[in-house]
């Protein structure tokens, strides 16, 4: 099936650091976290904008935007991706890929190729959860976890920029959080994403809080010596 182009935020400057961005979400996942934001992006069949309005987008912005954040869905799913990639990489923006790190050999492909110059890769969960937070079946639970493990150690060969983040929220205990961090520990950047509850796959999960300012900065003073930036976005 066709890559499709789902969503557009046309400016931000929190998403991708340093740069002045836009984002683009393409359609489909291999994931159903019950608490995304963004379920509209999760299924392929659907329509979205034209690529061919996207391109005049970027054309049109050069003067405002530096950088272009490639999000979902999951994009490593699409085999488009690279040479998607390369498009925007052509008319001089930074890609910055967000990706749950499902996909090491896509990932691997990307990075060798040059095509993306910062990665994000989304961890869910600790491993003892994974299974049952993103609806994945647990006896596919190791097959999954290998290919992470495998996203990680690609990142922390620091050939491509790189954060690790985490949206956190009381469907995670603090100890929860701890155990991820151990996980990938030590590292460039870990960024703790506080939980919006608003529209989620599952509207069960919408009745979830997400952490108090101050519970929050205690868990980022707390970890933040695992790595050499850690941040609350």
Not at 29 to 55: A, H, I, T, V
Not at 62 to 73: Q, Y
Not at 160 to 188: G, N, Q
Request: hydrophobic fraction near 35%.
């Amino acid at each position: 099936m066709k890559m499709i182009l789902s969503g557009l935020k046309k400016f931000s400057l929190v998403d991708y650091p340093g740069q002045s961005a836009c984002l683009v979400f393409l359609a489909g996942c291999n994931y159903r976290c019950p608490w995304c934001g963004y379920s509209d992006y999760l299924n392929e069949d659907q329509s979205g904008m034209l690529e061919k309005s996207f391109w005049r987008f970027l054309d049109a912005e050069k003067d405002k935007l530096t950088g272009c954040v490639v999000s979902g869905g999951e994009p490593t799913i699409h085999k488009e991706l690279p040479s998607f990639l390369r498009e925007i990489h052509k008319r001089g923006y930074k890609v910055k890929l967000e990706t749950n790190g499902s996909n090491p050999e896509m990932l691997e492909e990307l990075i060798k190729d040059e095509l993306v110059d910062c990665v994000s890769l989304d961890l869910k969960a600790p491993k003892e959860k994974y299974g049952s937070l993103i609806g994945f079946p647990e006896e596919a639970m190791n097959y999954l976890l290998s290919k992470i493990d495998r996203s990680i150690s690609l990142l922390k060969e620091g050939r491509v920029d790189y954060e690790f983040k985490t949206t956190v929220a009381d469907f995670l205990s603090k100890d929860d959080i701890m155990r991820i961090v151990k996980w990938v520990k030590p590292a460039k950047k870990f960024v703790l994403v506080n939980f919006k509850s608003k529209k989620t796959l599952d509207p069960e999960f919408s009745r979830y809080q997400p952490f108090a300012p101050d519970d929050l900065i205690k868990i980022r003073d707390t970890i933040a010596p695992f790595f050499d930036i850690c941040e609350i976005r």
